[in-house]
């Protein structure tokens, strides 16, 4: 049960790595099937890199296979890049942008995939919006598994702006959704400014029916599973997190976590703990600033032997 104060805001309970082996990971299996599938839909053609970056970032934590679903006139070249991915070609506008024309060609995949990541690289928000409605149509039409099963669904980057508008129809996704915004789009998913981190990430939360990791702090939907806190905060991390590629590589380890048997909250903790202690390891060794979100996902393995031992 939560601690809440005077207010009724839960207090949140602080993820230590004393927490995290309360809280271990499931064990690894045998193989790459019995640790889960990923697929990253996103990388449009000027931003390829942030669907490589989530995908490495799922792989480095534990996920056993990954598929990057990017637009066609990248996909040869990310294949390439990440030889340990499947790579599939969308439809893309002339300039380069990501369509929801393409789902029937990854069909086979949303259906396989124990998490999927929607954000990292698409590039136009109103694209972005569309896609959102064909997944959710898509799940509609296959009768809408919502909390009973399906696929994890982590939405990142453009994909949250989207998600506003398509709020009246997230049923389907319910019981598995999970959001990694910035202070920034935490306000487009609250239609105002972030007064207070901690009851707005709670805020986003309730109002999606999803679990929120935003700047450190992790929230679930109040109700929906009251033996655990409904807020955790990080308690680790340096201000060089603030570079490009950092919340790809967040939401890429969240789905390779989520993809092995996690709760989405436990995804969400142990992934927002691994980036930010990613960023002490750097930081102790190059400084505080000037790391490479690429190099965040590379710490990752060793940071869960340390914890999951």
């Not at 969308?90 to 990501?98: A, C, Q, R, W």
């Not at 029937?104 to 928000?125: E, F, H, Q, T």
């Not at 702090?217 to 599973?225: E, F, K, Q, S, V």
């Not at 390779?256 to 960023?279: D, I, K, P």
Request: charged share 20%; with cysteine; aromatic share 4%.
């Amino acid at each position: 049960m939560s601690t809440r104060g005077k207010n009724g805001a839960a207090w949140p309970t602080l993820v230590t790595p004393s927490l995290l082996r309360d809280w271990p990971l499931p064990a690894p299996g045998e193989d790459k099937y019995s640790r889960g599938s990923v697929l990253v839909i996103g990388g449009a053609r000027a931003t390829p890199g942030a669907a490589l970056l989530a995908g490495t970032a799922a792989l480095r934590a534990g996920a056993g296979k990954l598929t990057l679903a990017v637009g066609e006139s990248v996909a040869v070249q990310l294949g390439v890049a990440l030889p340990e991915c499947g790579a599939m070609g969308l439809p893309e506008t002339p300039d380069g942008s990501v369509t929801a024309e393409g789902l029937d060609r990854i069909s086979s995949y949303l259906d396989r995939s124990d998490a999927i990541l929607v954000g990292p690289g698409l590039d136009d928000p109103d694209l972005a919006e569309e896609l959102l409605r064909a997944l959710l149509e898509r799940e509609e039409g296959r009768g809408g598994p919502g909390a009973a099963g399906g696929p994890a669904v982590v939405l990142d980057a453009y994909a949250l702006g989207g998600l506003v508008k398509v709020g009246d129809l997230l049923e389907p996704w319910m019981g598995r959704l999970i959001l990694t915004p910035n202070p920034k789009e935490a306000a487009v998913l609250l239609g105002r400014e972030v007064e207070d981190l901690e009851a707005d990430v709670a805020e986003i939360a309730a109002k999606y029916r999803a679990v929120v990791s935003c700047q450190g702090l992790i929230a679930r939907p109040p109700g929906d599973a009251p033996e655990e806190p409904e807020l955790w905060k990080i308690t680790t991390g340096y201000g060089g997190l603030g570079t490009s590629g950092s919340g790809d590589v967040l939401a890429g380890a969240i789905a390779g976590l989520r993809a092995r048997g996690t709760s989405e909250a436990q995804a969400a903790c142990w992934g927002t703990h691994l980036h930010a202690a990613a960023a002490d390891r750097l930081a102790s060794r190059l400084g505080p600033l000037g790391f490479l979100a690429r190099e965040l996902a590379d710490e990752v393995p060793a940071l869960m032997l340390e914890l999951n031992t």
